[in-house]
């Protein structure tokens, strides 16, 4: 038995037929791209391995029972290959990502998901186009989030009981 099941063949993949998507938690989509970037040729002119190899898989994650959704990316520079796997729920195309466009979008994430450990984003691929946005279970009925905002800044009395703590015994 293998890690993963075989990808579906590649009449399942006709341009023009219904989105597919993946939702995945950002900070696991983020390490890994990291990840995989440095795996990757970094010269453009390297064509096809100037890039991340994404697509989903069904496999074994850790001591769970059963077989579980996986995004699993590869990355390679003609010398050494970089492969990795997070959990994921849905199902993607293969997707081959440019190097450029997969550092821009771990500095969006970063931003996105700053304050946010459980912060979600769906990958999805329509035809020729990739898209990635946030997961719309984030938002409530209202159009906002469920959960309040932590305050950027602490109140004042936070800010005296912490200076007060900060300060050397004699």
Same mark, same amino acid.
């Given at each position: 038995?293998? #890690?993963?099941?075989?990808l579906p063949s590649a009449a399942a993949f006709t341009e023009g037929g219904p989105a597919m998507s993946v939702q995945?938690?950002?900070? @696991?989509?983020?390490? +890994? +791209?990291?990840?995989? %970037?440095?795996?990757? /040729?970094? @010269? /453009?002119?390297?064509?096809?391995?100037?890039?991340?190899?994404l697509h989903t898989a069904r496999g074994y994650a850790g001591d769970e029972p059963g077989k579980s959704g996986l995004?699993?990316?590869?990355?390679?520079?003609?010398?050494?290959?970089?492969?990795?796997? %997070?959990? /994921?729920?849905?199902? %993607?195309?293969?997707?081959?990502?440019? #190097?450029? !466009? %997969?550092?821009? +979008?771990?500095?969006? #994430?970063?931003?996105?998901?700053?304050?946010?450990?459980?912060?979600? $984003?769906?990958?999805? /691929? &329509?035809? @020729?186009?990739?898209? $990635?946005?946030? &997961? !719309?279970?984030?938002?409530?009925?209202?159009?906002?989030?469920?959960?309040? !905002?932590?305050?950027?800044?602490?109140?004042?009395?936070?800010?005296? *009981?912490?200076?007060?703590? *900060?300060?050397?015994?004699?």
């Amino acid at each position: 038995m293998g #890690l993963a099941d075989p990808l579906p063949s590649a009449a399942a993949f006709t341009e023009g037929g219904p989105a597919m998507s993946v939702q995945v938690r950002t900070k @696991d989509l983020i390490g +890994l +791209l990291q990840a995989l %970037v440095h795996t990757a /040729a970094s @010269d /453009a002119d390297q064509g096809s391995i100037h890039g991340v190899l994404l697509h989903t898989a069904r496999g074994y994650a850790g001591d769970e029972p059963g077989k579980s959704g996986l995004l699993v990316g590869t990355s390679t520079d003609a010398t050494v290959v970089g492969h990795s796997w %997070v959990l /994921a729920s849905g199902e %993607v195309k293969p997707t081959l990502w440019p #190097l450029g !466009e %997969v550092r821009a +979008l771990i500095g969006v #994430l970063r931003q996105m998901s700053r304050n946010d450990k459980e912060h979600a $984003v769906d990958i999805i /691929a &329509s035809g @020729d186009q990739v898209t $990635v946005e946030e &997961s !719309e279970n984030l938002l409530g009925a209202a159009g906002h989030r469920d959960r309040p !905002e932590l305050p950027r800044r602490p109140d004042a009395d936070q800010a005296a *009981r912490r200076r007060r703590r *900060r300060r050397p015994l004699r």
